[in-house]
């Protein structure tokens, strides 16, 4: 992974999942560029790209995490503009290592149990066909003995879902270390 003047930088976008994390604090060794908006959908960052372009200098890892948003309202097509944010971070960045965070449980009552796994399903093979990393913190979160994970509205995160979330992400990114 490169750096940036020999500190390694992240660019985070999405929703709130992602902007109300401080991953600045969380992961202190490396420039944290948090352009996360709350209640962003998929078409609201791919609509941003052009704004982040122009004041974030060269990453070293785009991380993505979008869709709670769209889920929220009821609109499953965002898949589809996820590949179009991956396509045009690959040209804008073309350097930075991309990571596509899959969706988190969410506890709403009117989701199918098994809707956000077939939706990440999708959003995995995306990942593949573009060559970018998927981080399946929703398996993660899955296998996590940990109950107290979700705030009371049942998806936005406790300060733990942030610390597992955050673990994921350093160990996969320790492992493209590795590989490189």
């Known amino acids: 992974m490169t750096s940036l003047n020999g500190t390694t930088s992240f660019l985070f976008m999405g929703d709130s999942l992602v902007a109300d994390n401080n ?3 969380r992961i202190p060794f490396c420039k944290v560029y948090n352009c996360a908006v709350s209640g962003s959908t998929a078409q609201d960052v791919l609509d941003s790209l052009p704004e982040i372009a122009g004041r974030v200098p060269m990453p070293a890892a785009v991380l993505l ?22 396509v045009q971070v690959s040209t804008i ?70 610390e597992i979330w955050t673990r994921t992400l350093l160990e996969h990114v320790s492992l493209l270390i590795e590989n490189d």
């Not at 609109?75 to 179009?84: E, L, M, N, P």
């Not at 009117?110 to 399946?136: K, M, P, W």
């Open 23 to 25: 991953w600045q604090l």
């Open 65 to 86: 995490m979008v869709g709670t948003n769209d889920i929220l309202a009821e609109r499953y097509a965002f898949v589809d503009t996820i590949r179009k944010i991956i």
């Open 93 to 162: 960045f073309p350097s930075a290592e991309v990571i596509i965070t899959s969706l988190l449980p969410m506890k709403l009552p009117f989701l199918a149990e098994d809707t956000i796994s077939r939706l990440n399903d999708h959003i995995e093979a995306v990942t593949i066909q573009t060559g970018c990393c998927y981080l399946d913190v929703h398996k993660k979160f899955l296998q996590s003995k940990d109950i107290d994970l979700f705030q009371e509205d049942g998806v936005h995160l406790t300060a733990r879902a942030y």
